[in-house]
């Protein structure tokens, strides 16, 4: 059974770093793109990026490059979404996701069909 | 990037009703690579249908999707109880992928 384990929530104050995780089991992690969604509170979903873990190939949204890194350590299936310096709108829910049954005409595209529980990151001094 | 508009923002229903949502695209979606996600409150959206009318592993048949090009719809044929919750669109055929803002399905 396809699983994605999200670390904990975190509160954190502006200007900290952060890097929270995703932990995939039951499928070969290294074959499947891995996708960050923020969701703001009581706001909608934001498509941030993608990563691929086999051989690290990363897509962001405009919106997010910059800001944001998303990286994977295969050797323990598991993804990361990482701030260096954490903004008060940095405050949200995040959740990892893959597209695992679908895919795109491009790399990196697919419908999320397994979603992370979400990661809730609070941000303030 | 596609910007998807979902209309109504708010849709006010009862049980046993027809439920039809919008998403419109700002520009083509490439292949209908268009999805359909439910989200209830406090847990993770689950994907709904995929490829503008696929209906994915699980989703009872009273959800269905139609559309091509810009213009896309969800439509709930009989609304159960469990059916109210916001919904929300998204486009994967082009880079960026990108969501709707949502609409929410509340009861009347």
């Known amino acids: 059974e396809v699983q994605l384990v999200q670390s904990g929530a975190e509160v954190k104050k502006p200007g900290e770093s952060l890097k929270i995780s995703c932990k995939g089991s039951?499928?070969?992690?290294?074959?499947?793109?891995i996708g960050w969604v923020r969701q703001m509170p009581g706001k909608g979903l934001e498509w941030m990026g993608i990563?691929?873990?086999?051989?690290?190939?990363?897509r962001y949204s405009p919106s997010f490059q910059g800001q944001v890194t998303i990286s994977a350590d295969k050797s323990i299936s598991t993804a990361y979404l990482q701030w260096s310096s954490l903004k008060a709108s940095d405050t949200a829910m995040y959740y990892c996701?893959?597209?695992?049954?679908?895919?795109?005409?491009?790399?990196?595209?697919?419908?999320?069909?397994?979603w992370g529980q979400g990661t809730l990151v609070t941000v303030s001094s | 990037e596609i910007v998807l508009t979902q209309s109504p923002g708010t849709l006010s229903l009862s049980p046993g009703e027809r439920a039809t949502l919008s998403c419109r695209a700002s520009?083509?979606?490439?292949?209908?690579?268009l999805a359909w996600y439910q989200q209830k409150p406090g847990q993770a959206p689950r994907l709904l249908i995929y490829?503008?009318?696929s209906r994915a592993t699980g989703i009872p048949d009273r959800f269905s999707g139609s559309g091509s090009g810009t213009d896309f719809t969800l439509t709930i044929s009989r609304l159960e109880p469990e059916d109210f919750a916001v919904y929300y669109c998204?486009?994967?055929?082009?880079?960026?992928?990108?969501f709707g803002q949502g609409t929410k399905l509340e009861i009347k």
């Open positions: 520009q083509s979606v490439s292949s209908s690579y």
């Open positions: 039951g499928y070969s992690f290294t074959s499947y793109w």
């Open positions: 490829g503008a009318s």
């Open positions: 996701a893959t597209p695992f049954s679908y895919s795109s005409s491009w790399r990196g595209g697919g419908p999320f069909d397994y």
């Open positions: 998204q486009q994967y055929g082009s880079s960026p992928s990108t």
């Open positions: 990563i691929y873990p086999g051989d690290s190939d990363t």
